[in-house]
């Protein structure tokens, strides 16, 4: 679909690189401490024994082996020349020092060109940072955190039993940022607890902590959860796909025009899963919301400050161009 009303992640990839990226996942055998006991048990509510990871390869598998059989896959198959290396399920940064130096040290191969560290937000520490920044000035691997904050609404992350709370993911960011790393956000659109204004704040809280990036999910329940069973209990009602899109589009007005988003609707197993997307095709779902915005003349960012000073600023340019003169 050219020309899409919004600034994709694979638009940022060729921007900054010069051609499409692959990303190739990595799976380790972790947890986190919201399952063993560090901070809860159990962990969120619609979170899998795995993690939030499928069609990976076995944990068993060295990183190494990992990265050397995807990339031989997806580059023979996508004629790929430049990869990230992604660590996906769990929290990749929830373990000791000397294991997270070999793990990001593995990744220090000639098609590498960034590593994607998939973490909690109560899981950034200052001597990982400090690590991986020496890692980058030698290699010139670019690092991207990604961690999940969902909703803005604090009420909805307890009821989502997240272990953390919206001052522990500002926290995280501003720790983060402070290194210059990219960081990359997770949210999820159709909460049963969330309504508009909620979206709209999540992205502008998104703005001001400098987010770069941003995974967009409905909410798909996967079988064996808690939120399956308050699903099967009937105590929980479900966005309607009409109501999650409308989300998706005022979040991408919000979201500041230079945020790459990485997906506009995510998907989960089907054989895992008893509900996902409203039994719709998610390039449906995602065609039927770039096609409204189209349709509209909607833009990424075009109720963001950002966009409303940069017109403000445009519209004005004149006036503040002859005081100026006037003024001299």
Not at 43 to 63: A, D, Q, W
Not at 79 to 91: E, G, L, T
Not at 166 to 181: N, P, R, T
Request: with cysteine; charged share 30%.
């Amino acid at each position: 679909m050219a020309n899409i009303p919004y600034y994709s992640v694979s638009t940022y990839y060729k921007d900054t690189y010069g051609q499409k990226v692959y990303k190739l996942p990595i799976k380790l055998s972790l947890t986190c401490p919201n399952r063993d006991g560090a901070c809860g048990f159990g962990g969120c509510i619609y979170c899998s024994e795995s993690g939030g990871s499928f069609e990976n390869l076995p944990s068993s598998m060295t990183v190494d082996e990992q990265l050397e059989k995807n990339y031989k896959y997806i580059k023979n198959k996508y004629k790929a020349n430049k990869f990230i290396a992604y660590f996906q399920n769990f929290s990749n940064t929830y373990m000791s020092i000397l294991v997270f130096k070999d793990m990001i040290k593995a990744c220090k191969k000639d098609y590498i060109v960034g590593i994607s560290i998939a973490t909690r937000s109560d899981c950034i520490s200052e001597d990982k940072l400090k690590f991986l920044k020496s890692f980058h000035d030698e290699t010139g691997i670019d690092i991207t955190f990604e961690l999940g904050l969902q909703t803005a609404n604090y009420r909805t992350l307890k009821i989502l039993n997240r272990g953390e709370s919206l001052a522990d993911f500002i926290s995280a960011c501003k720790l983060i940022d402070k290194y210059k790393f990219r960081i990359s956000t997770h949210v999820i659109l159709a909460m049963p607890w969330d309504d508009i204004d909620d979206t709209i704040e999540t992205a502008r809280i998104l703005n001001a902590l400098n987010v770069k990036e941003v995974k967009i999910h409905s909410l798909f329940i996967i079988k064996n959860t808690k939120l399956a069973k308050m699903y099967e209990n009937n105590e929980i009602n479900l966005k309607t796909k009409e109501e999650y899109q409308k989300n998706v589009v005022e979040f991408l007005r919000y979201i500041s025009p230079d945020c790459a988003i990485a997906r506009l609707v995510g998907r989960a197993p089907k054989e895992d899963s008893i509900f996902c997307n409203w039994d719709r095709s998610r390039w449906l779902i995602r065609d039927e919301i770039v096609t409204y915005m189209q349709d509209n003349n909607i833009n990424q960012g075009d109720k963001s400050q950002k966009e409303i000073y940069r017109k403000i600023k445009e519209e004005n340019y004149d006036l503040f161009s002859s005081r100026t003169t006037r003024n001299r």
